[in-house]
């Protein structure tokens, strides 16, 4: 029985011995490890089960994440057994929250989202389910200037104004302006608007003087709304007054291929147009229905050429009443 002991003794301080000199030696420690399971999540911007419920026409987004980089597929089986793919096999970083951005649509019900990953061998497959349902609340579309609608609502030619408009829910919008000559405008069309949040459009009031009406329509996927807005311009804001120069004052002479500059400006906001004339009668537009604000001067630059002779430079607008400026150079050999 000693011996046994003895035996053992030395062979567990044999066993040690050998350990401590191979740690001493620098041999190799191999260790087993394994990388963790492929992992997915998924989910709506409000959650899954009960508690993600979505009006029609509302927006949503589906979120997810994949534990390591892998190739996904994402799919949607509605309330109607009809299923769309919103991702094949896409490839998708690890470690990254991912969304797909949609609106809610017919029908009504439960919806089940499922999401499978692969990578090397490795699968992952996760589900959530949302609810989408009538809309509590219809649509409701709004459009307004800023200083309303209606004969309340007038402004002068070259006056600044904006138009505001607003939906209750996410939509899409076309917005259009009818002048009095029956010309229509197309502001906005088919833009996605967020609901709840007031929009707004700059612009200058234009000729010609006289009513104009405002056409606003908003849809979603089950819902429209319509809104119209009535304002007015008039010509009895006074004269604006232009202004016309060059660098080296009108009525300078500038050799061919030389290079000048013209500067205008006017009294208030406006849309000008440069014309140049020559002495021949023929005419250029320089530019056309360009804003300028008002008090602000502006430069263009200019290139004397051929043919020799008289220039007229001819500044006007349609904006408001106004006299149109003119400034004359002659081009030389």
């Given at each position: 029985?000693?011996?046994?002991?003895?035996c053992?003794?030395?062979?567990?301080?044999?066993?040690?011995?050998l350990?401590?000199l191979?740690?001493?030696?620098?041999?190799?420690?191999?260790?087993?490890?394994?990388?963790?399971?492929?992992?997915?999540?998924?989910?709506?911007?409000?959650g899954?089960?009960?508690?993600?419920?979505?009006?029609?026409?509302?927006?949503?987004?589906?979120r997810?994440?994949?534990s390591?980089?892998?190739?996904?597929?994402?799919?949607?089986?509605?309330?109607?057994g009809?299923?769309s793919?919103?991702?094949?096999n896409?490839?998708?970083t690890?470690?990254v929250?991912?969304?797909?951005?949609?609106?809610?649509g017919?029908?009504?019900?439960?919806?089940?989202?499922?999401?499978?990953?692969?990578?090397?061998?490795?699968?992952?497959?996760?589900?959530?389910?949302y609810?989408?349902r009538?809309?509590?609340?219809?649509?409701v579309a709004?459009?307004?200037t800023?200083?309303g609608?209606?004969?309340?609502?007038t402004?002068?030619?070259?006056?600044?104004?904006s138009i505001?408009?607003?939906?209750?829910k996410?939509?899409?919008?076309?917005?259009?302006?009818r002048l009095?000559?029956?010309?229509?405008?197309?502001?906005?069309?088919n833009q996605?608007?967020?609901?709840?949040?007031?929009?707004?459009?700059?612009?200058?009031i234009?000729?010609p003087?006289?009513d104009?009406?405002?056409?606003?329509d908003a849809?979603?996927?089950?819902?429209?709304?319509?809104?119209?807005?009535t304002?007015?311009?008039?010509?009895?804001?006074?004269?604006?007054?232009?202004s016309?120069a060059?660098?080296?004052?009108?009525?300078?002479?500038?050799?061919?291929?030389?290079?000048?500059?013209?500067i205008?400006?006017?009294?208030?906001?406006a849309?000008?147009?440069?014309?140049?004339?020559r002495?021949?009668?023929?005419?250029r537009?320089?530019?056309?229905?360009?804003?300028?604000?008002?008090?602000?001067?502006?430069?263009?630059p200019?290139?004397?050429?051929t043919?020799?002779?008289g220039?007229t430079?001819?500044?006007?607008?349609?904006?408001?009443?106004?006299?149109?400026?003119?400034?004359?150079?002659?081009?030389?050999?």
């Amino acid at each position: 029985m000693e011996v046994n002991v003895v035996c053992s003794l030395f062979s567990s301080r044999v066993s040690l011995a050998l350990v401590s000199l191979l740690l001493t030696l620098g041999a190799p420690v191999r260790s087993v490890a394994q990388s963790p399971p492929l992992a997915a999540t998924l989910q709506t911007n409000r959650g899954c089960g009960a508690g993600a419920v979505f009006d029609l026409g509302e927006a949503i987004s589906f979120r997810y994440s994949v534990s390591q980089s892998a190739f996904v597929t994402l799919r949607l089986r509605r309330p109607d057994g009809t299923v769309s793919t919103l991702l094949l096999n896409q490839p998708v970083t690890g470690g990254v929250i991912h969304s797909v951005p949609g609106v809610i649509g017919n029908p009504t019900g439960d919806r089940l989202l499922t999401l499978d990953a692969s990578i090397g061998g490795q699968a992952a497959h996760v589900e959530c389910t949302y609810t989408a349902r009538a809309g509590t609340a219809a649509l409701v579309a709004s459009v307004e200037t800023n200083k309303g609608c209606g004969p309340g609502a007038t402004f002068v030619l070259g006056e600044a104004n904006s138009i505001r408009y607003r939906v209750s829910k996410n939509a899409f919008v076309t917005l259009r302006l009818r002048l009095p000559n029956g010309t229509v405008r197309t502001l906005l069309l088919n833009q996605p608007v967020p609901g709840g949040v007031t929009q707004s459009i700059p612009g200058v009031i234009g000729s010609p003087a006289g009513d104009r009406l405002l056409v606003m329509d908003a849809a979603t996927a089950t819902e429209s709304a319509h809104a119209e807005c009535t304002y007015t311009a008039t010509g009895s804001g006074g004269a604006v007054t232009l202004s016309l120069a060059l660098d080296r004052g009108c009525g300078a002479t500038f050799h061919v291929g030389e290079r000048f500059a013209a500067i205008y400006s006017a009294s208030a906001d406006a849309f000008l147009t440069l014309i140049q004339q020559r002495d021949d009668g023929t005419m250029r537009v320089v530019f056309a229905n360009r804003f300028a604000r008002a008090g602000q001067s502006y430069t263009i630059p200019g290139l004397a050429a051929t043919p020799l002779g008289g220039r007229t430079l001819i500044l006007q607008t349609s904006s408001a009443p106004s006299t149109p400026v003119m400034c004359k150079y002659t081009v030389i050999q």
